[in-house]
């Protein structure tokens, strides 16, 4: 099962000194899939982008995701790569925020590590700064992101990572294992992007 995935990667200009270790953890992730047995290679564009941009990113390259800025994702991904898109989409920010719309500048910070479009090969991936918990916004993390974003549902196995949180009830850090069926899961929806885009 070896498969490419054209990866473009967004990061806002505020971001730019961040690219090494962007890069760093893009590379974890890939190699987080080969090692549980998918031949996967990343194929990375790196696209930089001013802000705000009114659609994925305010002025301090913070994320503001919602129901209703799924939308925006979806057309700013078109935007970036092309109508039919064949990239998977990875917008990097400084952090998440809960805000539904641009008009307002009170903003929450989620503390979330990424979140994703399921099945539509689009995340958002924050840079954690100070991190509170070993594995927060991790090479691992950016792999269950783009998990997601590759078909795959939350699972209820501490050991998968997929597990909603990479850690058990001792705190340790967990969530390593990729099963067969996620394997193929991806696999699928690698080849549906590049053969027939999105």
């Not at 990375?44 to 799924?70: C, F």
């Not at 209820?156 to 390593?176: E, Q, V, Y």
């Amino acid at each position: 099962m070896s498969d490419t995935l054209p990866v473009t990667v967004v990061i806002p200009v505020s971001l730019k000194d961040h690219t090494s270790k962007i890069e760093m953890l893009l590379g974890t992730a890939e190699l987080a899939f080969q090692a549980n047995g998918w031949d996967v290679k990343f194929k990375t564009k790196i696209e930089y982008v001013n802000t705000p941009d009114n659609k994925v990113y305010d002025s301090r390259g913070r994320s503001r995701t919602s129901l209703a800025t799924i939308p925006l994702l979806r057309q700013r991904a078109k935007e970036i790569t092309g109508d039919p898109r064949y990239r998977y989409v990875i917008f990097v920010c400084d952090s998440i925020v809960d805000a539904n719309n641009w008009v307002t500048d009170t903003v929450t910070v989620t503390g979330t590590n990424g979140e994703s479009v399921g099945s539509e090969m689009i995340s958002v991936l924050s840079l954690i700064g100070t991190k509170s918990t070993v594995g927060n916004a991790d090479g691992q993390t950016w792999a269950h992101e783009i998990g997601h974003g590759l078909g795959l549902d939350h699972v209820n196995d501490d050991n998968n990572f997929m597990a909603a949180s990479r850690h058990g009830a001792s705190g340790a850090l967990t969530g390593f294992d990729i099963t067969p069926g996620q394997l193929q899961t991806m696999s699928t929806h690698c080849k549906l992007l590049t053969q027939t885009g999105m």
